[in-house]
């Protein structure tokens, strides 16, 4: 098994599902989450450019979709916002996003780190893009892997 595969269980993984579900409730923001063994020759941050345009991230109506991007071996993460959010929100946005999910990374509890960063995700967002009653859940809620 990759460390990839033993990053998290299976109920994990249903738990960050039901995460992103609750957090898009309160905005027409987009959440996912992609799970990778390493960055590899890219930093992570372009790696997960290059992951958002993989999944179509960019074709939402708003663009506002958001990448949480975990690569295990490399003990890194990016909080990729796309244009839309960007255009609206301060340079550090992400930060309270990022500093709740590093608290819980340093101490091991990697499942809860991204459950209440992409709770928090939600938050965030809610100001700039609340939930109006037309939204579509326009991507997948699923986890993706690399």
């Known amino acids: 098994m ?3 595969e033993d990053f998290l269980t299976k109920e994990e993984e249903q738990e960050i599902v039901s995460a992103i579900r609750v957090a898009e409730l309160n905005t027409s923001g987009e959440i996912r989450v ?3 063994a390493s960055s590899n020759k890219d930093d ?3 790696r997960a450019l290059e992951v958002f345009h993989s999944l179509k991230m960019f074709e ?6 958001v ?3 975990v690569a295990v ?3 890194k993460f990016v909080i990729y916002g796309d244009e839309g ?3 609206v929100v301060p340079t550090n946005f992400w930060d309270t996003t990022k500093n709740t999910m590093q608290t819980y990374f340093k101490q091991g509890d990697f499942k809860k780190g991204i459950v209440e960063g992409v709770l ?3 938050q965030e967002l809610k100001t700039h893009f609340p939930w109006q009653t037309d939204d579509e859940d326009e991507l997948s809620n699923e986890i993706s892997k690399g």
């Open 120 to 122: 928090k995700a939600g």
């Open 2 to 4: 990759s460390k990839v």
């Open 85 to 87: 959010i960007n255009k």
């Open 73 to 75: 071996e490399d003990h």
């Open 67 to 69: 990448l949480i991007y």
């Open 60 to 65: 939402t109506k708003q663009q506002n979709a």
């Open 34 to 36: 992609h799970i990778e």
């Open 44 to 46: 992570a941050f372009n």
